[in-house]
């Protein structure tokens, strides 16, 4: 099969040379043109099936090449580059006919994903073959090159639900942890629909401050704010008529959040500093690790904004809960980086294979890319063996808390992740599981509650090999009840959160007592920040006893 054709114009010499290595190594057959005469040229007496197109070029510039190329009855995808120094050109060009826009200094992935989507199933496949790593996953290439792979029926389902809403004109909500591939579903959702033909922007709330977050959202007229010296367009005005991917939206300033609810709602926005309103026909797909109910209840999320963002609500699920994807997903990942960074490597030892399978993965695909990616890297499998266990994965068979507390997201996090990212203590050794002193009798407090005692009460040890005794410090004092649970009946998903903050609370008194209620140390023992510490504290009804000293 021939391979792709790609035409790339840039009056730079360095752009063009470092572009046709980038793509020459991807599988793309790489021609250059140094000037919009010279492209147009090249245009009319060759087939390309791609063209990358600067937009800043001295005598004729891209938009121009671009209007005289699609004048002349030129067809093939035209992505528009440039560094956004031309105001509102990057909208003129997806108006005249750009297939999409990027923005310098360009990104491998970025670059890469943006021709992917222009050539749909023409596109080069960005793995190498390789053999003998179990079973084919089911793949889904449709117009992205970060392709959907999965066989468990989690996945499965959100995929038939991103099947059924894709031509919906309706914003979509996109919930999980961290790494668990919410982009690669927003992709999937563009590029099923009818705008997939238009630009797909992503931005990730969390990357900018609230100022500049608003600019790069809105776009700023000239003189605007200090170093405003031209108007710039905003990303939503570039996915108009396409699809704008806001990532971490839970990360959003309040005051931002009512002028994209705005946006929602009319479809029009001012830009900063600007007088007249802009008109934009953008779908909107947000996407959050966050719970946004929680972060409505401490006054962080607008409660309207989040009805009006979730019409339609896909939640992914954690690596751990569909283990079954762990070895296509790295058969798919040694493919992608196997043949950047290794020539001899055709299959992974069955250890590793299996050390993948039983790892929980904290950090969900995500990790799981990266960890391979460093596999074909140090070409030594030991190494990322060594790696695994000294991320503090305890065997199957030590004992731990029990798991059963989760609440939407599965349960407890794997090793590797803090309190302060999960919202959950961590399992503990069962060494210090036997110093913790239990605070309260009986088995069951209340309805849907459940005591501390019955979870980390050990009985006495006897003849036991290792001593348990029972940690006594001057600060031990009783400490009052927990809060209550909420009146009236409880749904398991109350049950879960109360048994979740009983088991934090106890782990949390335990250190303190160990610390002498040096809170700084205790927050570092338990791998979570100072302020979380104290947040927590707060939160489980834990009293200080030097504070009640004093009075």
């Known amino acids: 099969m021939d391979r792709i054709a790609v035409l790339v114009v840039d009056d730079e010499e360095s752009v063009r040379t470092f572009l046709s290595e980038l793509l020459g190594g991807a599988g793309y057959q790489v021609r250059c043109a140094s000037s919009g005469a010279q492209a147009l040229e090249m245009l009319a007496g060759g087939s390309f099936d791609a063209v990358l197109l600067d937009v800043v070029m001295p005598e004729m510039s891209g938009l121009e090449v671009l209007r005289r190329y699609r004048g002349q009855g030129g067809t093939a995808p035209v992505v528009v580059l440039s560094g956004l120094t031309g105001a509102d050109d990057a909208v003129r060009a997806m108006k005249m006919g750009a297939s999409d826009y990027l923005s310098k200094p360009l990104g491998n992935d970025d670059l890469q994903d943006a021709l992917a ?23 889904d290439t449709a117009a992205d090159a ?12 959100a995929r038939a639900l991103v099947e059924r809403i894709a031509n919906e004109n309706v914003p979509v909500l996109l919930l999980g942890e961290s790494g668990t591939g919410k982009e690669v579903i927003a992709r999937e959702i563009h590029a099923r629909s009818q705008r997939r033909g238009r630009p797909f922007i992503k931005v990730n709330c969390a990357a900018l401050p609230g100022e500049l977050l608003e600019s790069e959202l809105f776009g700023h007229e000239r003189g605007a704010f200090t170093g405003a010296t031209a108007e710039k367009p905003g990303k939503f005005e570039l ?30 926005f001012f830009r900063v500093g600007g007088k007249k309103s802009v008109r934009v026909d953008s779908r909107v797909v947000v996407a959050t690790n ?11 999320f607008r409660e309207d904004l989040y009805y009006r963002l979730n019409v339609v609500a896909i939640r992914l699920p954690p690596l751990r809960e569909r283990r079954e994807d762990v070895v296509p997903l790295t058969d798919h990942f040694l493919k992608k980086y196997g043949r950047q960074y290794i020539t001899g490597v055709s299959e992974l030892p069955t250890e590793v294979l299996q050390a993948f399978a039983d790892y929980d993965w904290p950090g969900n695909v995500r990790e799981l890319e990266n960890m391979v990616r460093r596999l074909c890297v140090l070409k030594d499998p030991t190494l990322v063996l060594d790696e695994l266990h000294a991320e503090g994965r305890a065997p199957a068979s030590a004992p731990s808390l029990p798991t059963a507390y989760g609440g939407d997201d599965g349960g407890y996090s794997s090793p590797g992740r803090s309190m302060e990212e999960t919202g959950r203590v961590p399992s503990v050794p069962s060494a210090q599981v036997l110093e913790m002193p239990a605070r309260a009798s009986g088995a069951v407090s209340s309805v849907g509650s459940v005591s501390p005692a019955a979870h980390v009460a050990p009985p006495e040890p006897v003849n036991s090999v290792i001593p348990a005794p029972r940690y006594v410090n001057p600060f031990d004092v009783p400490q009052p009840p927990p809060p209550p649970p909420p009146s009236g009946e409880l749904s398991l998903k109350d049950i879960g959160k109360r048994a979740a903050m009983l088991a934090e609370r106890e782990a949390i008194l335990a250190m303190l007592q160990r610390t002498a209620w040096n809170k700084r140390r205790a927050a570092g023992k338990l791998r979570i920040s100072y302020k979380a510490l104290l947040y927590k504290i707060k939160e489980c009804g834990i009293i200080d006893p030097r504070a009640s000293a004093e009075l």
């Open 117 to 139: 989507r222009a050539l749909g199933a023409r596109a080069p496949e960005r793995q190498a073959v390789v053999q003998g790593l179990g079973p084919r996953p089911v793949v």
């Open 146 to 157: 970060r392709v959907l792979i999965s066989t468990s029926p989690a996945m499965r389902r």
């Open 239 to 268: 996915a108009d008529e396409g699809t704008i991917f806001l990532d971490e939206i839970g990360e959003m300033a309040i005051r931002l959040q009512a002028k994209l609810l705005q946006v929602l709602q009319d479809e029009e």
């Open 290 to 300: 966050r719970d946004l109910e929680k972060e409505i209840a401490l006054g962080n």
